[in-house]
């Protein structure tokens, strides 16, 4: 089995890469950031520098690479399009759309992928949590994607993760005190009781790439927040 991340360098896509090579899986990680490229290579997984916003870079990898079984899509525009609706600008949700939903359209079109496509989306697409709007946007349309591109592309699977709040780099914008304090409140306001792990989600994901009978379907990944 073959399969190919891409955003698979750090947080949920490594922690997915890592998962599926357990598994006996050939991954192919891609990435822009050459330290986690390098890191990524001194594990044993196979990484490529691939721009995801590229459609040069995108097609020729695609080409190059031919056909394998699986897609998995986890790009991060990171906290781009973050903030009160009257104070983004909308240049930073564009950015937002161009480096997630676009990238995740160009990679679907290009890939010669047989087997199923999976989408990490975020629950910020279905809560209504303040000053998350264009992230909401973003990850609104990812999901609403799903349907008709497991339409589209039958017999090939598609699928969404949806990631609720995770300890990953994501939120490295953030002081560490001021960190922790979101954490321990998203902790306390979910069924589960703690936030959750990127292990978590690339568990979901492992799951999706392996479940032959579901297509067209968003898993929440995000300790019952958004039935909270």
Same mark, same amino acid.
Not at 48 to 55: A, I, K, L, P, S
């Given at each position: 089995?073959?399969?190919?991340?891409?955003?698979?360098?750090?947080?949920?896509?490594?922690?997915?890469?890592?998962?599926?090579?357990?598994?006996?899986?050939?991954?192919?990680?891609?990435?822009?950031?050459?330290?986690?490229?390098?890191?990524?290579?001194?594990?044993?997984?196979?990484?490529?520098?691939?721009?995801?916003?590229?459609?040069?870079?995108?097609?020729?990898?695609?080409?190059?690479?031919?056909?394998?079984?699986?897609?998995?899509?986890?790009? *991060?525009?990171?906290?781009?399009?973050? =903030?009160?609706?009257?104070?983004? +600008? /909308?240049? %930073? !949700?564009?950015? $937002?759309? @161009?480096?997630?939903?676009?990238?995740?359209?160009?990679?679907?079109?290009?890939?010669?992928?047989?087997?199923?496509?999976?989408?990490? *989306?975020?629950?910020?697409?279905?809560? =209504?949590?303040?000053?998350?709007? +264009? /992230?909401? %946007? !973003?990850?609104? $349309?990812? @999901?609403?994607?799903?349907?008709?591109?497991?339409?589209?592309?039958?017999?090939?699977?598609?699928?969404?993760?949806?990631?609720?709040?995770?300890?990953?780099?994501?939120?490295?914008?953030?002081?560490?005190?001021?960190?922790?304090?979101?954490?321990?409140? $998203?902790?306390?306001?979910?069924?589960?009781?703690?936030?959750?792990?990127?292990?978590?989600?690339?568990?979901?994901?492992?799951?999706?790439?392996?479940?032959?009978?579901?297509?067209?379907?968003?898993?929440?990944?995000?300790?019952?927040?958004?039935?909270?």
């Amino acid at each position: 089995m073959r399969v190919v991340i891409m955003g698979g360098t750090s947080g949920i896509g490594l922690a997915t890469a890592r998962a599926l090579r357990a598994d006996g899986a050939e991954v192919v990680v891609t990435g822009r950031d050459q330290e986690r490229l390098a890191a990524a290579a001194a594990e044993g997984l196979t990484a490529e520098r691939v721009d995801g916003t590229d459609e040069k870079a995108v097609t020729a990898f695609f080409e190059r690479f031919g056909a394998f079984e699986h897609l998995v899509l986890a790009f *991060s525009s990171g906290h781009v399009g973050l =903030g009160p609706v009257r104070q983004i +600008g /909308l240049d %930073a !949700v564009r950015a $937002a759309f @161009e480096g997630k939903l676009f990238g995740y359209l160009l990679a679907v079109q290009r890939a010669q992928v047989t087997g199923s496509v999976t989408l990490v *989306s975020a629950a910020s697409a279905r809560a =209504g949590l303040p000053g998350s709007v +264009g /992230l909401a %946007a !973003v990850n609104g $349309a990812i @999901e609403r994607i799903v349907s008709p591109l497991a339409a589209d592309l039958a017999p090939v699977r598609v699928n969404a993760v949806s990631p609720g709040v995770i300890d990953t780099g994501w939120w490295s914008f953030m002081p560490p005190e001021q960190r922790a304090a979101q954490f321990d409140a $998203a902790a306390q306001s979910v069924p589960s009781g703690r936030v959750g792990t990127a292990e978590d989600v690339a568990g979901a994901i492992r799951y999706v790439i392996g479940a032959d009978y579901v297509t067209g379907s968003i898993l929440p990944v995000d300790g019952g927040f958004t039935v909270a």
